[in-house]
């Protein structure tokens, strides 16, 4: 589908609180390197929005490069940068120096002015948004607060997201003066694809630090429409919910790897088990997937964040502790299982690897299991052919110089050379060719649970899962 023919079938604004006249004269003022700005900064644009980005232009490039398996956003963001509906600009060394740049009649004199003096460049601001993440090894915390509060367009709504100590967002609100100020959490961002899950929330979520003041966010309106559930509540308490929920998601994968541990020593498989407990109402199926744990920024952040709350108030957590615990060592349980079917004798093999990212889907390797699994294979000299269509650059980057990664761009390549193959991460929409794997007969190390049970016993080589075995 072509970029265009994707904008038609997005929601349209319903005008508001600004007439169509302004809207097309005011800019989306968004701050940040962050995938979350990226993607808001395209939803913007495909709303009818006109958007300034102000970034570290070399993070601004390495991000794009690294989500570049993000195809309906790249196609997106290469069509509204053409248009010019996106501009990015290189991130001030100070907040001050950004506002000046729409608030700067008075700074004629300044360079920095006269650089920002494109034709295309609306004066008028319709919001502030700032990706904490983003500013926080560039600006100081007191600076850019007092900028803010020193503007001349205090009526302007300011918006800020990212991932802080419980309370941190809530507090940075009451330092700012204006009354407009909201904290937006990206608890709906599906890693893979940003850009619909941003235009259609599971869940949105948004804290206000004056009540009932959502109706300020004009341009923001259709997502909030098309949300399928929506709660507006004070910023500490939004603050708490983000953290609580991930907390709970990461809760029942460590709980559900646990149980897969018990499952192995029942001959029990722990797939048939996570389908029957989804069958129950008051427990749901989502996030019941036993496997090698969790990954990606959002939810090993979300924890830490969490650990640095609770010591600062000296409260014990030890289920959070345990959660952490059962995640970290189950990266390596794979690497555990295949060490024993060969009891130990494991040096100067050659394994295939199949999936290289944190989730199916991505491209991102942050939080992976491939990354101990690859260490450990390495400390015995074990040769490691690694497939990853979406995580190849990643690897590449950061392994490249290993003599013993080949990385290759076809699974069933170079099979042959292979005495065991580890799965990942693979995506349930490209389908295993067991055919293949059958002409060799080795053994298939699942850390993912992906292949179906009909799969498991139509193979002629062994089946090691996690909490499954053929």
Known sequence: MSA??????????????????????????LIGHSIEALTSAVVLASLGQRVHLYADQELLAQQLQQYGFEHHLQALWQMYTQQQDIVSYALPNTADELIQCYEGANHNDSHIIRERQEVNKPKTVALYWVFLGSIDSVWIEDDWLSAFNHSHQQAQPLIMSGIKQLGTI???????????????????????????????????????????????????????????ATYYADIATIEFARSSIMAMLATRVSFMNEMSRLADSQQVDIQQVSHIMGLDERVGSSYLQAGWGFGGNTLPAELLTLQQSSNEQSLAMPLLQSVIHINEDQKELIFRKFWQYFDG??????????????????????????????????????????????????????????????????????????????????????????????????????AQNVLTSVQIDSLVGEYIGMGRAK
């Open 4 to 29: 265009d023919a994707m904008d038609k079938n997005m929601p349209q604004s319903e005008p508001n609180s600004l007439s169509h006249v302004a809207r097309k004269s005011a800019v989306c003022v």
């Open 170 to 228: 809530a507090a940075l609100s009451q330092r700012l003066k204006r009354a407009w100020v909201y904290y937006l959490p990206f608890v709906f961002l599906k890693d893979g694809d940003a850009y619909s899950s941003m235009l259609n929330p599971s869940l949105w979520l948004l804290g206000e630090k004056m009540p009932n003041s959502r109706h300020h966010l004009d341009m923001l309106q259709p997502l909030m429409q098309h949300a399928r």
């Open 345 to 446: 004798f494991i040096d100067n093999k050659t394994v295939m690897i199949w999936g290289g990212s944190y989730k199916a889907g991505s491209g991102r390797t942050a939080g992976s299991a491939i990354h101990p699994l690859l260490a450990l294979l390495w400390s015995y000299n074990i040769c490691t052919l690694v497939y990853s269509d979406k995580a190849q650059i990643e690897l590449a980057a950061l392994y490249g110089q290993q003599p013993l990664l080949e990385l290759i761009d076809n699974p069933y390549q170079q099979l042959d050379k292979a005495q065991a193959v580890f799965i990942v991460s693979w995506s349930p929409e490209d389908r295993l060719d067991v055919t293949l794997l059958n002409q060799e007969a080795i053994p298939v190390f699942d």
